[in-house]
């Protein structure tokens, strides 16, 4: 009998671990067929659902609206300056200077010898003179005067005039349809150019004396900056800032087309 009970043990026994052979050689199989299932890359969804493959061989509609936009502008730049008139010309006595004016630059150098001293004049594109302190204009004495010359265009100007030492005197100027203004001055040497933040500039010009000042205009009338020039300058800037917006846009239009 007790032979039997330890036969029937060991059956039982083998069938356990049969069993869970068995189970395992299952596991094992459906393991292995997941393995030959083909995997979606985690990137597919981002690839098919990007852009559309033809904005990637046509213009972007955008790219062409702009191009229209900018072509239109040309025209209408190109139409309204007459681009094939001659420049203006003026007398050598009211204007002994010569023009150095490059292509996209923002300004325009006048130069001139004048008894040994060389005089370098540099013109940037007008605009409207704003004065800062409008609200207190109404209560001077010359407010519509000041008022309307804080309304009207102007040149800035940067004037300096070197002597054969090399020292010179530089004046920042703003030029009205009637007049030049003064509105700064400095005396600079060669050697001062690398201590220029510590360089003391000299005191607000309308605190100089009377004199001084109308001497200081009379300096630079004699050296040919005058009023009488103002408006040849002024049309000539203006001119400029046409054909650089012109030549502004044209650059435009290639970095667009490319």
Request: with cysteine; hydrophobic share 35%.
């Amino acid at each position: 009998m007790g032979f039997a009970l330890c036969i029937r043990r060991s059956a039982s026994t083998l069938a356990s671990v049969c069993g869970r052979v068995a189970r395992a050689q299952a596991v094992s199989v459906i393991v292995n067929r997941s393995s030959l299932v083909p995997k979606t890359s985690l990137l597919r969804p981002f690839v098919s659902r990007g852009f559309p493959y033809s904005t990637a061989t046509e213009p972007l509609k955008s790219d062409q609206t702009l191009l229209q936009v900018i072509d239109s502008e040309i025209n209408d730049s190109f139409e309204a300056d007459d681009h094939d008139a001659d420049e203006e010309t003026i007398d050598s006595s009211d204007f002994p200077f010569k023009i150095e004016d490059n292509p996209g630059h923002r300004t325009v150098k006048l130069t001139r010898e004048y008894n040994g001293e060389q005089i370098k004049v540099e013109v940037s594109m007008p605009g409207l003179a704003m004065d800062e302190n409008e609200d207190d204009v109404d209560d001077d004495e010359d407010g519509d005067g000041r008022l309307e010359k804080a309304n009207e265009s102007s040149i800035p100007l940067v004037v300096t005039v070197t002597k054969k030492s090399g020292l010179s005197l530089e004046f920042s100027c703003t030029a009205f349809p009637d007049e030049i203004v003064i509105d700064g001055l400095s005396v600079n040497r060669p050697e001062d150019s690398s201590q220029e933040q510590l360089t003391y500039y000299g005191p607000d010009f309308q605190e100089l004396d009377e004199n001084m000042r109308k001497s200081f205009h009379k300096f630079l009338e004699t050296r040919g900056i005058k009023a009488s020039a103002t408006d040849f300058l002024y049309e000539y800037m203006m001119k400029k800032d046409s054909r650089e917006y012109l030549l502004w846009l044209k650059k435009l239009k290639t970095f667009v087309q490319e």
